[in-house]
């Protein structure tokens, strides 16, 4: 028997198992049968009947031969947590392992590896015969914006980071502002992560304030784990802080946008609004907006698409820094 079919027989066979119940009457070899097809093996009840008699003995599985169609399951007190993933399973890990790996802390990522591994290992066992294990090679995501490079992080800076949100403690950190020559040695109270394209960046307050603000990781120079508890702001909640718009990097105050937009940017808008009250009228549109920096990046990189009408702030801002922009295009490259 050649190697693949072996192995697709073996995931099947492993399928089967899984499916099995440990209590009642059991299945009956249609229903297993649907089961195996519902999650991608293409298998007929005859050969599902085989499976169940190759397994029988070696399993010792219970079959209820005392009406038809027979009941199949585990006996009574058998251990069934076999070490193996669902193909559903499968496909949900390695969809995830790209996005949760920078969230993670290691030790938790260390523990959840083995798990991540077995999910690869099935999808390659069971495609391209199994529709459904290549169902990875069909979708995904793609941003946007334009694709960064992942800021470099140190990996002793992230291990010490996720640490102190995992056990609430505070960091000892050296910061590089944005505009700094020099990094800073500050106390970080951490309150959160938050990967936003190829940056991320760390929710925290700093010594003894009460304000939240956002540390970009990558200018963390070096971070040190202490065993002083991590204090937060009373009323804190990480959740609604993000939902509260700070990683569109502005405040929570909103503004009623007016603005002139072109025909191809209208057709976008109609199809994925800026808001929920957002309004279509010839060539005008209006929606009610968070006031941000992600705002203004937005508008000024639609270029000759929109014109701001109101509010006057937001029209005298981005009149400026198309100014500035064109300035300069006047001296020679």
């Not at 800021?151 to 291990?159: R, T």
């Not at 007016?258 to 940017?265: G, V």
């Not at 009610?288 to 203004?296: G, I, N, S, Y």
């Amino acid at each position: 028997m050649p190697a693949t079919t072996t192995r697709r027989t073996l995931a099947r066979q492993w399928e089967l198992l899984k499916l099995l119940p440990s209590r009642g009457t059991g299945k009956t070899a249609a229903e297993l049968t649907q089961d195996l097809n519902a999650v991608g093996f293409k298998v007929s009840k005859r050969q599902v009947e085989r499976d169940l008699w190759e397994l029988y003995e070696a399993f010792h599985l219970e079959c209820n031969e005392t009406s038809l169609p027979y009941g199949w399951k585990w006996p009574q007190g058998a251990s069934v947590d076999l070490p193996a993933v669902t193909l559903a399973e499968a496909l949900s890990l390695t969809l995830v392992h790209d996005t949760l790996k920078p969230l993670l802390p290691p030790s938790l990522l260390a523990a959840l590896q083995p798990r991540f591994d077995l999910a690869r290992k099935k999808l390659d066992s069971l495609s391209p015969g199994n529709a459904r294990a290549s169902w990875l090679k069909k979708v995904a995501t793609v941003l946007p914006s334009l694709p960064l490079q992942p800021a470099q992080l140190a990996d002793e800076v992230v291990e010490a980071v996720h640490e102190g949100l995992l056990r609430e403690r505070q960091l000892e950190v050296s910061y590089l502002g944005q505009d700094a020559k020099a990094p800073t040695p500050m106390r970080l109270h951490p309150l959160g992560l938050v990967n936003r394209g190829a940056v991320s960046y760390l929710v925290a307050t700093a010594w003894d304030y009460e304000d939240v603000r956002l540390y970009a990781m990558h200018r963390i120079r070096e971070a040190t784990l202490t065993e002083e508890p991590a204090r937060q702001p009373a009323g804190f909640e990480f959740q609604a802080y993000i939902r509260q718009g700070a990683l569109q990097f502005g405040g929570e105050r909103t503004i009623r946008l007016k603005a002139r937009a072109s025909d191809e940017l209208l057709r976008i808008l109609a199809e994925t609004p800026l808001s929920q009250d957002q309004a279509l009228k010839g060539h005008t549109l209006s929606a009610t907006v968070r006031d941000t920096w992600q705002l203004t990046w937005w508008i000024l990189s639609q270029g000759a698409g929109i014109e701001v009408l109101k509010p006057l702030t937001l029209r005298k801002q981005i009149a400026g820094k198309i100014a500035e922009a064109h300035a300069c295009y006047q001296a020679p490259a």
